[in-house]
Structure formats: structure tokens, C-alpha cells
Nanobody
Framework: QVQLVESGGGLVQAGGSLRLSCTAS????????MDWYRQAPGKQRELVAT???????NIADSVKGRFTISRDTAKNMVNLQMNTLKPEDTAVYYC??????????WGQGTQVTVSS
């Protein structure tokens, strides 16, 4: 399995921005997809954004236009840029890596809190 370490969470006012990072212990080219999920209290975990080994991206409708996903392959890092944050974006954000041979690893999560 791959080790994933998230960083960048914190407390921000509504309308503000945060940038989350997820660093993998192996090359991103060895991972089929890297995802960002989030889970708010009392809610199911929600897929927010995906980036593939080929660089293709997908953003959930709920955050489209505000969130972007990108990667730095030299650093084995995937980033989630979150702009115009809303209180409903408050959640624990998780990074996930999936790939061949049953690869399915999760990071420990990072808390994002948006105050109104």
C-alpha cells in the first residue's frame, strides 16, 4: 500500500480559500487515480475531486467552479485548491489512492472548518 500524508487544513472564514496537499510515498504515475473525499459530521463520505495518472480531472458538481485539483509529479503531490469556501464545505478531507493489484489507500484526513 502507499502512504498518503495530507496537509493544509484549518479554519477559514466564508469566502476564503485553502489549499490542501496530499503527498504519496510512491510516484503518481504508479497510481491510477488520486481522489479527494470529504465527510461532514453525520453525513456520508463524498467524492470531491479526482485526478488520473494521465492527468485527467473531475470535480463534483457541488464544488465545481470553486475547487480545482492539480498535481506536482516531481513531488508526488496532489493539491486541492478550494476557493470561495462556504460553511457547508466544513468537513474532514481525505486523500485516496487507487490502482492495480488492489491498491486502495487513504490518508489520515485533515479538518477544514469554514465559519460564517
Amino acid at each position: 500500500q502507499v502512504q498518503l500524508v495530507e496537509s493544509g487544513g484549518g479554519l477559514v472564514q466564508a469566502g476564503g480559500s485553502l489549499r490542501l496537499s496530499c503527498t504519496a510515498s510512491i510516484s503518481l504515475f504508479s497510481i491510477n487515480t488520486m481522489d479527494w473525499y470529504r465527510q461532514a459530521p453525520g453525513k456520508q463520505r463524498e467524492l470531491v475531486a479526482t485526478i488520473t495518472s494521465g492527468g485527467g480531472t473531475n470535480i463534483a458538481d457541488s464544488v465545481k467552479g470553486r475547487f480545482t485539483i492539480s498535481r506536482d509529479t516531481a513531488k508526488n503531490m496532489v493539491n486541492l485548491q478550494m476557493n470561495t469556501l462556504k460553511p457547508e464545505d466544513t468537513a474532514v478531507y481525505y486523500c485516496r489512492a487507487t490502482g492495480i493489484r488492489g491498491l486502495d489507500s487513504w490518508g489520515q484526513g485533515t479538518q477544514v472548518t469554514v465559519s460564517s
